[in-house]
Each structure stands twice: as structure tokens, then as C-alpha cells.
């Protein structure tokens, strides 16, 4: 078990979540889309995934991985993966750890949007997690105190690295298609609506949408964008003692 007891407490970045230990596993497979074989005190482990992304390039054997306990730590108990012993929630790579938990990235998002951290949503509150939007669900709903109008929001995890880019998607995903689409089509309809691509790798300069993992993907956030929806990329990384907030409006370039 890694402990970060004896850390110093001063950061450049600000910590948006602690996380006061991990434990520290060797991966070994990738057993299925939500179960990753790992290896820790000699033994082989199975810990629980949730980016449904291929992870290529993350996920390789060998690899040194951060893992959760299933004792409340990070608010994390075990429930549905009974037969799990962690849950994986980093990965280490060239500059660092990429943070590839979904729900912490997630977590660390509003609680940045909630400390006001986020210019470009000064003013807005969450108001509903998982508000639904034609025929889809997508991962907030935000509202200005003075104003009317919603902002449906949905979040994509961006880690995919192209140098100091960090890309979406890595794979072909027809759920982050059927998400863009409604958000053009809202926007088209004369609502708001904004794409939140979150770079979780340390040392990244920019957001670039990734054409070899998903082509079409790509052509609809150029659709979207000339559409009205707000493209934006925020930039944070576990740095072994917490999740930082490296950049709150991290550019956003088309390929």
C-alpha cells in the first residue's frame, strides 16, 4: 500500500481530490471491457475498469498501475465486481500517471466547476447529473441563476497522447456519436450546449479530436462546433498524492 501521509501539502496546481493511498500493481492483461488482471505481493489480482476505451497504449503488460482498495477510499466500495480485489484508476506512461477513472475525472470536473475554478462556466451551477436530451442521456445540466437557458454538458475522457495533445476518442464509439449529434441538433434547435474534453495525462499543451480513432467522431465536433456548441478541454493528472487541475481552458485544435 503507497501512503501519502508524509506529503507536502503545497501544490502549483490546485488538488482537486486527495487521494491518501493506492495501491501499487504491475498489469498484466486486459481480461475484458470492465476487468484488468494485475500483479501485486507475488500474487495475480483482478481489478475493476471503467474506461470502456481500448487504453492500446496504456494497458500493456507490465505496466505500473495505481489501484483503489475496496475499503471507502476516494468513496469507492465494492459493489457489482464482487469478484474484483481493486479498482484501477491509473496508469503510469511516459511523463507520469494518466488518470483513466471516467468517474474521477468526473468528480475532480465539478468539484472544479463548484470551487469556481472554471471561467468558462462562470455564473453556471450543476443542476442534474444524467438529464436526458432527445433520445439520449447525456452528463449534466447546468443553469445560470439570471438567466433562463440550460447548458446540456457531457464530458469526454481524453486520454489518448499524441506528444503533448491529449486525443478522443481512441476507438470507433457510436455512444460518443449519438452524443455529439444531439448536442448539434439541440444547438441547431437554439439551445446550449457544450463538449467538455478531459485531458487526464500530465504535461499536455492542447485537445486534438483523434481522426485515426474515430473518424466519424471527429467530422461531427467540427459539425458541432459550426453548429454552436461550445468546444472546450480542461487539463488535470494524478500526481501520486491527489488529482491536480493543470488547466481549466486548455485550447481545443482541429486536426
Known sequence: ???????????????????????????QRR??????????GGESKLAHINNTGRLLELLVKGREAACLPWDGTAGFRKASYRRTSFRLFAVREEKGWALIDTQLQMRAFERAVEARRVGWLK?????????????????????????????????????LREG?????????????QRHVRALTEHAMRGGKG????????????????????????????????????????????????????DNANLPVLFP
Open 1 to 27: 500500500m503507497h501512503s501519502n501521509e508524509a506529503r507536502s501539502t503545497k501544490h502549483e496546481a490546485p488538488v482537486l481530490i486527495t487521494i491518501p493511498r493506492f495501491v501499487e500493481c504491475a498489469i
Open 31 to 40: 481480461v475484458n471491457r470492465f476487468v484488468v488482471e494485475v500483479r501485486h
Open 123 to 159: 455564473g453556471y451551477r450543476l443542476v442534474r447529473r444524467n438529464p436526458r436530451l432527445g433520445d439520449g442521456v447525456l452528463d449534466y445540466l447546468l443553469r445560470k441563476e439570471e438567466e433562463p437557458a440550460e447548458l446540456f454538458l457531457e464530458t469526454k475522457s481524453a486520454v
Open 164 to 176: 503533448e495533445f491529449a486525443m478522443y476518442p481512441d476507438c470507433p464509439t457510436m455512444r460518443g
Open 194 to 245: 457544450a463538449i467538455c474534453f478531459v485531458g487526464a495525462l500530465p504535461g499536455i499543451t492542447a485537445f486534438m479530436p483523434s481522426v485515426t480513432g474515430d473518424p466519424v467522431v471527429t467530422t461531427l465536433i467540427k459539425e458541432s462546433w459550426s453548429a454552436g456548441v461550445d468546444l472546450r478541454a480542461i487539463a488535470m493528472h494524478f500526481d501520486g498524492n491527489g488529482i491536480l487541475l
